[in-house]
């Protein structure tokens, strides 16, 4: 039977989180402070649970999870502590499997010292996401453009969090220079699990974030385990990344390699370390008729298990791009967007065989009616084949579809 209603986790969520809010909002001084609830329904074309409820589907919902359903509910806050440090907070829910009442998705301290001369530092502190996205740019780590985000963009709000520090050093443009370069590298720790869910479900489509204290199930992938997290610190090793942001006009490149430098022949009880790297790569471009264009890359491995070359003994190549066109014409804004992806087993297929190949088209059309409120409609299909689907006796081949309209308030 079809879920019709928002479930009674869903309405605690909401009232936990709105009455501290709307208190607090009273009175919010020079903090700037977002609420938004976001309600919508879901209608699911796909022979598979989803990936939330324990199955192979690489959907948000599946035929039995759709219905009206609670897309997010988020607060933002964000605002000075000192003239140079300020101070940025998530607070978030989704009200499925996982999903705590209020949970945390960002929480960062950033230092922006006064600068002495033509460089601009800047330092942050934290649980944040790694400059990687130009696509979720919006508050809340989500896209202005569509419902669900690319593929890269889901995994990176599935599995990659920064616990730790960034710094970045950046020249701004000036009369004479008409460019803005930047150079930025991070150290983290507690992401030892990065990797594992496209290991065992390859990539997926969707707007869900993993909160800093969320999991998702794993009987997907056959494991002996009922919950996946993801803030896991199992070797001991610290990660980094390095990467570098080119702006000219109205056209941003970045360019990122990380690494978490995992030990995959080390477990605990929160599970098994792997080793995960991968290197993206991404060009934005707006012109003056309110047209966007993106073009973004991502391509890395994942290990797990005590191999004879330290490297490990299951290994997994993946890559994903995608192309978008978004047209904002007043209060209206039109989407298209085509994702590619592709997972492999280089080594171990014989123990576990991960294999992915497919492709999406994403259509979404937003319209904001006025400044609190916000339509959104979506049409969204993966076509391709998921190897992982046959171990459980599931057909390899299949399409997947989705069709949501959403209900978007801000405060």
Known sequence: MRSVRINSQCYRALLLLAVPIAAFAMDSGPYEITLQADVRFVAVDSPYTSFVNGGLGLLRYDQDHDGLRLGRLFADFNGPISETIRGDLT????????????????????????????????????????PIS????????QSPYTVSTSGINTWIGEEVRVYGVEQ????????????????????????DPMGALIFLRGWALHDRETAVFGSLPSSFGGTSFKTMGF??????RVGYYAGAEYKYGTHVARLLHYDNRG???QSNDSGSAWLSRFNSFGWRYELPTHTTFIA???????????????????????????????QQYRQHRFTARYDR????????????????????????????????????????????????RVRAGLTRDAIERSWQIAFRYSL
């Open 231 to 236: 803030n896991h610190e199992i070797d001991g």
């Open 134 to 141: 130009l696509e979720n740019r919006a508050i809340g780590w």
């Open 263 to 265: 030990d995959p022949s």
């Open 91 to 130: 607070l978030s829910t989704t009200g499925d499997t996982g999903a705590n009442a209020i949970d945390v998705t960002e929480a960062v301290l950033e230092w922006r010292p006064y600068p002495r001369d033509i460089l601009r530092w800047r330092t942050r502190v934290g649980a944040f996401y790694p």
């Open 168 to 191: 970045s050093m950046s020249l701004t443009a000036t009369p004479a220079r008409r460019f803005d370069a930047a150079l930025i590298v991070g150290a983290f720790m507690w992401d």
């Open 296 to 326: 973004q890359g991502l391509k890395g491995n994942t290990a797990v298990g005590a191999g004879p070359d330290g490297r490990g003994a299951l290994i997994a190549d993946y890559w994903s791009y995608f192309f978008l066109a978004s």
């Open 341 to 388: 992806l592709y997972v492999d087993s280089t080594r171990g297929a014989n123990l576990f065989l991960t294999d992915q190949t497919a492709i999406a088209w994403t259509f979404a059309y937003l319209w904001d009616f006025s400044r609190s409120w916000q339509v959104a409609v979506e049409s969204l299909q993966i076509r391709g084949s998921l190897e992982q």
